[in-house]
T-cell receptor, first 116, second 114 residues
Framework: KAGVTQTPRYLIKTRGQQVTLSCSPI?????VSWYQQTPGQGLQFLFE???????NKGNFPGRFSGRQFSNSRSEMNVSTLELGDSALYLC???????????????FGPGTRLTVL | AQSVTQPDIHITVSEGASLELRCNYS??????LFWYVQSPGQGLQLLLK??????LVQGIKGFEAEFKRSQSSFNLRKPSVHWSDAAEYFC????????????FGDGTTLTVKP
């Protein structure tokens, strides 16, 4: 089975721009979570989607948004980029049978976003 | 609220020596506990998990961890470290009622001396 894939792997943007990152979960997985990883703040939870619905979100400003499609693929968008948004963005998928809240998460390789 | 503390930022061990990485968590109900490993520039790989049952959990690459509810700990151990184990290790806590969210510790960087 193919693992979690994220595209693009690397991205360079300038302040004020917006960016869209994509995540394809493992086949059959319906839950997708997004995390931001920075040296200063570590791994921070952004949000989780299940069956196209956001079930949970972390403490990030509204500039960070996401969505999930019917095939469980997910995108996250960051608008009006700031220097502090430079980070590794990780996507994780889970099987969550029966719509359970939590299960083992499988992580993708991440998208490295650099904001200049 | 969920929280995780990894007291050791950096640990150095000699190849062949034993390893223990500490993890303390805070969560009111029964936690879901995880240990992940991350190599530079890579994503996270799950080493092992605890949801319920036997408190001694076996994982991949020869790692094990023991859940101690009374101490709110979930320490990771390996009897004999290999040079390829050098990486950053993260402990994480989740909950059935907190959809899709794992809360991570700050990580412990492991250096292996030849």
């Amino acid at each position: 089975k193919a693992g979690v894939t994220q595209t693009p792997r690397y991205l360079i943007k300038t302040r004020g721009q917006q960016v869209t990152l994509s995540c394809s979960p493992i086949s059959g997985h319906r839950s997708v979570s997004w995390y931001q990883q920075t040296p200063g703040q570590g791994l921070q939870f952004l949000f989780e989607y299940f069956s196209e619905t956001q079930r949970n979100k972390g403490n990030f400003p509204g500039r960070f948004s996401g969505r999930q499609f019917s095939n469980s693929r997910s995108e996250m968008n960051v608008s009006t980029l700031e220097l502090g948004d430079s980070a590794l963005y990780l996507c994780a998928s889970s099987l969550v049978l029966g719509g359970a809240g939590m299960d083992e998460q499988f992580f993708g390789p991440g998208t490295r976003l650099t904001v200049l | 609220a969920q929280s995780v503390t990894q007291p050791d930022i950096h640990i150095t061990v000699s190849e062949g020596a034993s390893l223990e990485l500490r993890c303390n968590y805070s969560y009111g109900a029964t936690p879901y506990l995880f240990w992940y490993v991350q190599s530079p520039g890579q994503g996270l790989q799950l080493l092992l998990k605890y949801f319920s049952g036997d408190t001694l959990v076996q994982g991949i690459k020869g790692f094990e961890a023991e859940f101690k509810r009374s101490q709110s700990s979930f320490n990771l151990r390996k009897p004999s470290v290999h040079w390829s184990d050098a990486a950053e290790y993260f402990c994480a806590v989740g909950a059935r009622t907190n959809a899709g969210k794992s809360t991570f510790g700050d990580g412990t960087t492991l250096t292996v001396k030849p």
